[in-house]
Structures are given as C-alpha cells and as structure tokens.
C-alpha cells in the first residue's frame, strides 16, 4: 500500500512539474507547489490589516462539483485517508481542518442584480457538506503567503459564456470568419457588443439581428455577478467578521466550456479575456489587481483542434500579453480525467489540484509586486 502511495506521490508531482514546462503558462514556482502545505494553526489572520479580496468568476466549475464522500477513487475521503495526499485537510484526529484567517462566501444568482439568489455559503475554510470546489486549494494557497485576512469571494453560475452572458462593458461587436458545419462554405458570423439586445449569441453579417425573447442583453450576467460581488463587500463585517476594510487583490478564473460551441466565441476568447480584466479592474477599484486564468482540463495543448485550441490559444496569449500581471495555469495535467461539461466526474483531485495550481500562480503573481 505504502509503495503505490508513493507512486500516486511522484505522478502528481510530475503532473504540477509539467505545468512549469513554459513561463507562458503560470508563473508559480515549483517549490510554492511541491511544498507540502503546513497544517492550518487555527489562529485568526493579522485583523490590523485590511482584507484581501480574491474574487472567483467563471461558470459551473468554478462551483462545488468535487465529491467529499466515498470509498472509492475519486472522492476527498478517499484521496485523503486512503492515497494520504492532501494532509494538510486534516488534523491528527482525522476531523476536517478548518482555517480561521480565510473566509469562503459564495454568492450566486441568474442573470442581472434583481436575478434570484443569493449569498449561498459564508464561513470560515473548511469542508462542510457533500461537495468542494477550487476555492479550498485556492485558499490554502493565500491563507499560508498572507498574514492579511484573505476573503474567497466567488460569485458565479452554470451555463454561461464569456462571449455572450458574461461578456464586459467596452466589448464591442466582432467579425469572425469562419466554416459554416452544413455547407462547408465560409461565412462570417458577428459577435454582439457589450448591452447588445439581440437573441442569439452570434449571427451571420448581413443579417439584421433578432431582438431577444426574454429580459435578455449580451454581457447581463457579467453585470449581475459583479454586482452581487459589490453586494457583499459593502457588509464586510458579515462576511469576515472584524474586517477593517479590504482590497480587491486579486481575480481567478475558470471557464470556456460554453464558448467551445461557438466558433465565434471561440476565435475571440482572448481578446474578450483582456477586456474582462480590463473592466473588473476599473469595477473594483483595483488597478493592481492580479488575474489567474485555468484552461479546461481537458484540452491538450499540443493536440488540441478547432474551438478547443481557439480557447486555450486565446488564454496563453491573454497571459504573455500581461507579464507580471497575469497568470495562466494549464490544466490537463492536473486534471483526472473526464471533461468540463461533465465536471470531471466530480474527482475531487481535479477540483483540488486546479484550486492549489491557481492559488500558487496568485502567489507567485503577489510576490512580484512587493
């Protein structure tokens, strides 16, 4: 048993090493990642300081997807107590760890600010109910570099593309050339403009767009997260009790998986990323702000073809166009298997490996600006 857990060992190491391959691709050390993670001491963060903010956007991987319970491979029960990685989740008694210096608020909502929902978990970092998401990683990875409060602020939902419902202000309309799937023929399609009120997500130049059927405009969820993200800063003491005021430091996303069914989207995801970074700046306040960008796990680098290698071409050209600024992790190797619209099959590793890879970049990132 003691032998294949070993093996396992060297196989996630190899995998984080793999992700260290170009300087385009993160700028996380291997240190900041092979190290094994101190246990959490329970004490509470250095309250003199502000809050650091890092806020979490994307879709429905940026949720809670990863299983905690189980006897078999893949669930965090398993990762934990039968292939002994992780150790740092849990204490000598086995109970999971829980850290007082990081604070992990959700909230999430359908469409604009007046959407249906709602903050959904605010609390200190913990494992608590039947699912996990990237914020665990995410937050042992600042928790332990900052002496600051860390608040994890994730405000996003499922089903959502960064060409069309998450598409931000100052996006303007865009000609893409492209194959049409039933002709074979070139077309070019046009990709709306930030508060463009039109029906579908991209259409044919020369067409005269549809209005939409619903309360619909490119780039509504955008607004609606940013919003609800603004919602819960403004009553810092409810979401990290004793906070003397805070500074957004930081943006990581993870997505793509809608825009890989539009080629239009696809062609433009990287220019639509700098925009997007472009505008959360300005929103909070935050012209120093850093972003880490995830590829999809399942998209190779070297083997990837048509949307697929629009997307992942697009983010690795977002991050050489912000040295120093951005980061953008890839994914596949850290990734167990299974794809992003199926959430990975839940593998916990997936969820934790990405998490711990994306908040090691943020590190990496925060150290550069000292």
Partial sequence: MMLSVRI???????????ILSAAIL????????????????????????????????????TLEMGKVKGEKEGSLEYAVQKEKLYPFMVDEAGAWTKRMDVRNVHTQGSGGPDGRGGVRRNDWLTVSGNKIGIETGIGHQLGNALDAPVLILKSSIGNR?????????????????????????????????????????????GEVPEPPKHNWHAGLQYVGDVA?????????????????????AGFLWWQGDKDRYNAAHSAMYGKNLAQLFKALRKEFNAPKAKMVVATLGQTDKDEATGNEKMIIDGMFAFGKAYPGEAAV??????????????????????????????????????????
């Fill in 228 to 248: 609800r993200a603004k919602a819960v800063l403004k009553d810092l003491e409810k979401h990290y009790p004793g906070g003397k005021g805070f500074e957004v």
């Fill in 329 to 370: 992790v890839y994914t596949h190797p850290l990734s167990m298997g299974s794809s992003s619209n199926a959430h990975y099959g839940g593998n916990a590793k997936t969820y934790m490996n990405v998490g711990l890879g994306m908040g090691a970049a943020m590190v990496e990132l925060l150290k550069g600006a000292k």
């Fill in 161 to 205: 593309s960064l060409g069309w419902d998450l598409l931000p202000p100052g996006s303007p309309r865009h000609e893409v050339e492209t194959l049409d799937k039933k002709t074979g023929k070139k077309v070019t399609l046009v990709t709306p403009a930030h508060n463009d009120e039109v029906r579908y997500p991209s259409w044919t130049k």
């Fill in 8 to 18: 396992l060992k060297m196989k996630l190491v190899n995998q984080f090493i793999s």
């Fill in 26 to 61: 993160t700028v996380a050390s291997a240190s900041t990642l092979l190290a094994e993670l101190p246990d959490p001491d329970g004490k509470p963060a250095d309250m003199g300081k502000p809050v650091k903010v890092f806020i979490i956007m994307g879709q429905s991987n």
